[in-house]
């Protein structure tokens, strides 16, 4: 099982975050380079946002329509040629499109490797399995930025962009060879009705409103920290401390590399003391960390304080996802259409995040916008560890069964 997650989901995933790790690092420059105010600037970075909101609940439905194999080639093929056209743009609008685009297949490749992920785990070893993907995912995040900052600074901002998206198209090898859907993950005729997926979704809602509803408060917030320190700490960087877009790259790669060290610690400890074990401590730790970026003069300060927010992500490795994946219901009555739902709840923090350091930034100055990202993350460790029950079964179970009450 494991050999099939490392071709199916790991090597593709980690593909795929090494691109979204240079982007991380290189649109935020690049967008200073080009005069925008701080609200413009916002605008950009959270288009991918965007593009994720607006394709999530169509990707869930599409999802139980599809095989995953399909839904995972096309999301691939979406995100790698918005990256290969963000090489060709240079205004403001054509930027936010690349970034949208990008976003909209990002959200069909996310939500088939979630359900990919669902259907093939047990819950006893969910989070260990998830907790590898965040890993990989943060492996390619703290490749991303210094690959990024080196290849920029040589060949320049655009050649870095069409690097970035055929290294993204090359991940379309993995689908097409390693992900073979069971005939249990191939939907039926009875299953191939979005109205029905949904219609399932929403009365697995209504049974579970008490579960979902505070969890997915905490989820807005949890993506709202994660997203708020990427727009933040390149921003704070260039524009307070006045570094160069490579030692940016390389606090972003270090504050990576203590980051992914975590997830399979992470892993373990959501497996056999709980999930809430993990994520709680996770979220406050980023809260705390960004709270200390303001106090920062130096490269040094810089570089252990995003080493602090690092190490709080990595904790939390996997968790969001081994959370939807918890309370998902089964495949065939709607997993597909709530693991989008889950998205586009978590899409929802990701993307406010920009707008919201944009905005702040814009009417007051930075500064007060990291402190208000600094208390919804430590809100996210509030109402995830105080109002969510734990979902860990400590007796294994099939497939996704949910925590909460199926429909």
């Known amino acids: 099982m494991r050999s099939q997650l490392f071709y199916a989901v790991y090597v593709p995933t980690f593909i795929l975050s090494f691109c979204q790790g240079m982007l991380a690092l290189l649109l935020p420059v690049y967008v200073i380079d080009l005069g925008l105010s701080f609200s413009l600037i916002g605008i950009v970075l959270g288009s991918y946002g965007i593009g994720t909101l607006l394709a999530d609940l169509p990707a869930g439905g599409i999802q139980d329509r599809i095989e995953n194999r399909l839904s ?5 093929c979406v995100m790698g040629l918005g990256m290969l056209a963000l090489s060709l743009s240079m205004r403001f609008i054509t930027l936010v499109m690349c970034g949208i685009s990008i976003g909209a297949g990002a959200a069909l490749w996310n939500v088939s490797r979630h359900a990919y992920l669902a259907n093939n785990t047990l819950n006893a070893s969910r989070g260990r399995a998830i907790s590898i993907f965040g890993g990989v995912n943060r492996i390619g995040m703290f490749a991303g930025p210094i690959t990024g900052g080196y290849l920029s600074a040589e060949a320049g901002m655009h050649t870095a962009f069409a690097f970035c998206g055929v290294i993204a198209l090359l991940a379309l090898i993995f689908p097409l ?28 809602l209504r049974r579970n409103v008490w579960l979902v509803t505070p969890a997915g408060f905490g989820m807005i917030c949890a ?53 809430k074990f993990a994520y709680v401590p996770s979220f406050l730790l980023q809260g705390l960390g960004m709270a200390l970026i303001p106090l920062t003069g130096s490269f040094a300060a810089l570089l252990a304080v995003t080493s602090l927010i690092g190490f709080g992500n990595g904790l939390g490795s996997g968790t969001m996802l081994t959370l939807g994946a918890d309370l998902a219901p089964p495949k065939g009555e709607g997993m597909g259409a709530f693991l989008g739902l889950w998205r586009l709840i978590g899409d929802t923090g990701h993307t406010s995040a920009p707008i919201i350091v944009g905005t702040i930034a814009d009417a007051l100055s930075l500064v007060p916008s990291i402190y208000v990202i600094a208390v919804i993350g430590l809100g996210a460790g509030s109402i995830l560890g105080l109002f969510v029950p734990e979902t860990l079964k400590k007796a294994s179970t099939v497939g996704a069964e949910p925590a909460a009450t199926g429909g």
Do not use: N
């Open 72 to 76: 995972m080639i096309i999301g691939i």
């Open 177 to 204: 060879l390693f992900v073979h859907d069971s005939l249990a993950e191939v939907p039926s005729k009875q299953q191939a009705s979005m109205a029905l997926s949904y219609g399932r979704m929403f009365t697995f």
């Open 223 to 275: 993506q709202t920290i994660r997203a708020g320190r990427q727009t933040i700490i390149p921003l704070y960087a260039a524009s307070i401390l006045g570094l160069e877009v490579d030692r940016i790259g390389l606090v972003m790669g270090i504050a990576a590399a203590v980051d992914m060290s975590m997830f399979y610690p992470a892993g373990l400890v959501m497996d056999r003391f709980g999930r």
